[in-house]
């Protein structure tokens, strides 16, 4: 492979697609609007990317694999009733609630995992139904009020700021840099993918397929916990519909990033780019006074849009 | 110049990149085989897909009667006469013998949509009663065994009255019986005054079976004669478009004296194998033989951890004690790696590139506190693209971007990274052309003298087997029959008289 311009390369990368589309619409919404281009916008912005966005690097996991994870949302929302509940009503303080929630969602993912792996029941129908007792397990809970009372040093996670940075965004993108890291440098990052590319083969070469796919929907669990503490914190209350609404999000913003649905390929780098490029689109939606009712049908258009330029780009390449 | 039955007029084909066919031209009589030869690439396929109505040529004709045909379209061909038995199979499992057969024109009832499933069902066991009455055309495709699969095909092609059959590779996934079937039904459909044209990368099927051969290399046509103008050796060499060295196969290994380095004993699977025992000694290649389904698969499946025996032993190298795998992991571990039958499925990570591909088992032999050596990983896989000569641009091309035999060459590079002492290779050269699958002999004969490795090689082609292997043992339906000793003068019928004693 000969010395490519940097340009060129950037432009045979997966993730150009969706770096590109995302500048593409901040330019145009800086010229047409005077609100979008300043710090306190762009802070909303990337804090608001930052909920789905850590659920979203779970669920990327998931997808390279080859599986699935519905359920993420809500055991977001779930960790997060748990999580205060701890706090106000049985007054346990934040720095162990938080753990307790964590572990949590990571059982719930695990979960998710050993049904998928070692039972065999196909991802999409185990994470359906127990995302629906998660769901319900929510209402039961909480009867659909919202938790209150909450300790004021909790809210720090979700409105805190470390050197003028949302705390959510921090933990976003130092999370999505351990994963990146993971998947590029280690074995356990390596096999993930193998298993998503074959994963009779990977069995054969010695990959404990099992024992990878229950760790992976740990991790989304984790970290769907994560964020649903977060979320949590940052409105200082459990409200039971919390992540209700982050599942497909999630899903699809790893898509726009350029991770395959039938697993094997895609990257953090892709979901990171594919959750601030919805977040950008909501926010120009505000600012251009479009009615919100139009951000699913352009978030759809958006989708179709990356699936067809991928398949243009990929046109030619001799097929296996 | 008469007109040919079938006749193929300067047909030229091009894909973004390369050119596939060049200006080829060649026919067609009545009751004539005609076989298609040349390395993988060499344009059989693309020239096939076009009579079949696959693929749509740049230029020039097909014409049958001097008629010129259509192209692009596989119906209009087959109602045109034009019938092909495809390599891989293209027909769908989860439906009905008879409903594969006539998949596209199922009879109707009185000209409305209705299917006539009764009148289906009859004129496919018509059909079938030819080729194998035994197949029930009521039954689902899935169910039947590979060659029945393939039998189907072929009454697909037949229903359609066709007079000229295109065969791909028909035989590499059938056993010898199947294989003298098959001749047959060749035979006898030339003898009603069809017209054949055979693909195949066995030479001894060709000789056997066809009356002349086209030889084609890098899209252009190389000449076409007939088969008993040439010796197989100048076809091989016009195929390559250099000599080939005849042999170099070192000494047959008599290793009776040698340590073992896998000794299987009683080792049973019920219903695939029963009461298997066997020694692999150290410095050796040992040849599995059988007909398909005789159970080698399953029996290596088993020594390599991928399934647990019901009962027997597996020891490795002189242990005194009897391993139990339960995982392909604890296989390699003990140093055993297995490369399956069915590279592309079982094999090689598509869409990863070489190096990763290369190195998938022996991640951990790279990892520095707790992550992947890449510059020393990078540096490995060069090393093993140089030793085992693999054709590639580069470590970061996909593999599925590899020609068959380069592919195979990364999963031995892989286990022999891993640095297992015995290699158990399924298949290993099925769908590789010639030079390609010589490579991959010599290869083997390298490491089993560098590395001190043993090889284990199951395969179907017995030529293959003589070639290469120390010691061939013959498994017949699930038993261990016997051995034999590769020399000069063995051929198919000592192997069958083993199997069937």
């Known amino acids: 492979m000969g010395r490519k311009s940097i340009l060129a390369r950037l432009f045979a990368m997966k993730e150009a697609g969706i770096l590109f589309g995302m500048l593409g619409i901040c330019v145009v919404l800086s010229m047409t609007t005077s609100s979008f281009l300043n710090r306190y916008n762009l802070t909303i912005v990337v804090r608001q990317a930052s909920f789905v966005g850590i659920v979203a690097l779970g669920q990327t996991m998931v997808l390279l694999t080859g599986g699935i994870d519905l359920s993420v949302g809500f055991i977001a929302g779930l960790v997060g009733i748990l999580t205060t509940l701890l706090m106000s009503s049985f007054s346990v303080a934040p720095l162990l609630a938080v753990p307790i929630g964590l572990a949590a969602g990571a059982v719930f993912g695990v979960v998710n995992g050993l049904v998928i792996s070692r039972v065999k029941v196909n991802p999409f129908i185990t994470t359906l139904a127990l995302g629906e007792i998660f769901a319900g397990a929510i209402m039961v809970i909480t009867n659909g009020y919202p938790i209150l009372n909450l300790p004021s040093s909790f809210s720090f996670l979700g409105q805190g700021q470390v050197f003028g940075m949302p705390m959510p965004v921090i933990v976003f993108l130092v999370v999505g840099a351990m994963l990146a890291y993971i998947l590029r440098y280690t074995a356990f990052g390596r096999n993930i993918y193998a298993i998503g590319g074959n994963r009779l083969a990977a069995r054969l070469v010695g990959i404990r397929v099992e024992r990878v796919i229950s760790a992976v929907y740990m991790l989304a669990g984790f970290l769907a916990a994560l964020a649903g503490i977060l979320f949590s914190s940052r409105i200082s209350t459990g409200q039971p519909t919390t992540g209700a609404n982050w599942g497909m999000p999630c899903i699809t913003a790893a898509i726009i990033g350029g991770t395959s649905l039938s697993g094997g390929e895609g990257s953090i780098v892709g979901t990171i780019l594919g959750s601030l490029f919805m977040a950008v689109l909501a926010n120009g939606i505000v600012l251009l006074d479009i009615s919100p009712y139009w951000e699913r049908i352009i978030i759809g258009a958006v989708v179709i849009l990356a699936v067809v330029i991928d398949v243009l780009r990929t046109r030619g390449r001799p097929r296996s | 110049m008469d007109t040919p039955f079938l006749g193929i007029r300067n047909v030229s084909k091009s894909f973004p990149g390369v050119t596939a066919l060049e200006d ?43 008629a010129p045909l259509p192209f692009g379209d596989p119906m209009l061909m087959l109602r045109n006469g034009i019938g092909m038995v495809p390599q891989e199979l293209t027909l769908v499992p989860h439906l009905s013998v008879a409903e594969n057969i006539f998949l596209g024109s199922l009879p109707t009832r009185f000209g409305t949509p209705a299917i006539d499933w009764g009148r289906a069902v009859e004129k496919a066991r018509d059909i079938l009663g030819r080729i194998d009455p035994e197949i029930d055309p009521r039954l689902k495709l899935g169910d039947l065994g590979m060659a029945r699969q393939q039998l189907v095909q072929i009454a697909r092609a037949m229903a359609f009255s066709v007079d000229v059959l295109i065969f791909d590779e028909p035989t590499s996934a059938l056993t010898y019986r199947e294989t003298d079937r098959l001749f047959e039904l060749i035979h006898s459909f030339c003898d009603a005054g069809g017209a054949v044209f055979y693909i195949s990368h066995r030479m001894e099927e060709i000789k056997r079976l066809c009356l002349t051969v086209t030889i084609l290399r890098d899209g252009r046509l190389i000449k076409t004669d007939c088969v008993t103008n040439l010796e197989t050796a100048q076809i091989i060499e016009l195929m390559v478009g250099r000599e080939t060295k005849k042999s170099g196969r070192p000494a047959v290994a008599d290793s009776a004296g040698a340590p073992a380095a896998l000794r299987v004993e009683s080792l049973t699977r019920v219903g695939e194998f029963e009461d298997i025992s066997f020694y692999l000694h150290k410095g050796e290649i040992l040849g599995f033989a059988g007909l398909m389904g005789a159970g080698r698969t399953e029996l290596m499946k088993c020594v390599a951890g991928d399934t647990a025996p019901d009962s027997g032993t597996i020891r490795v190298a002189a242990a005194a004690a009897p391993v139990h795998f339960g995982h392909p992991a604890a296989a390699i571990a003990g140093g055993i790696a297995y490369m399956p039958e069915e590279r592309r499925n079982y094999g090689i990570f598509p869409v990863m590139n070489v190096a990763e591909n290369m190195t998938i088992a022996s991640l951990r032999a790279f990892t520095r506190h707790w992550s992947i050596d890449r510059k020393s990983e990078a540096e490995r896989v060069e090393e093993m693209i140089g030793n085992l000569r693999i054709k590639t641009p580069s470590w970061r091309q996909a593999i599925r971007n590899l020609s068959g035999g380069n592919q195979q060459k990364v999963i031995l590079a892989r286990w022999l990274l891993r640095g297992c002492a015995i290699l158990i290779l399924d298949e290993p050269t099925r769908g590789i052309d010639v030079k390609a699958k010589r ?32 010691r061939i043992v013959v498994m017949h339906e699930g038993r261990l029959k016997g051995e034999i000793v590769p020399r000069e003068g063995i051929t198919q019928n000592d192997i069958m008289r083993v199997a069937l004693s």
């Open chain 2, 24 to 66: 080829v031209s060649l026919s067609v009589e009545r009751g004539e085989i005609h076989a298609l030869v040349g390395e993988n690439g060499a344009g059989k396929s693309t020239l096939v897909n076009i009579l079949a109505g696959l693929l749509v040529p740049d230029s020039g004709g097909v014409f049958k009667n001097g």
């Open chain 2, 439 to 470: 490579e991959i002999y010599e290869l083997l004969w390298r490491i089993r003298r560098g590395e001190n490795a043993s090889i284990i090689i199951v395969s179907s082609e017995l030529q293959e087997l003589m070639d290469v292997c120390d």
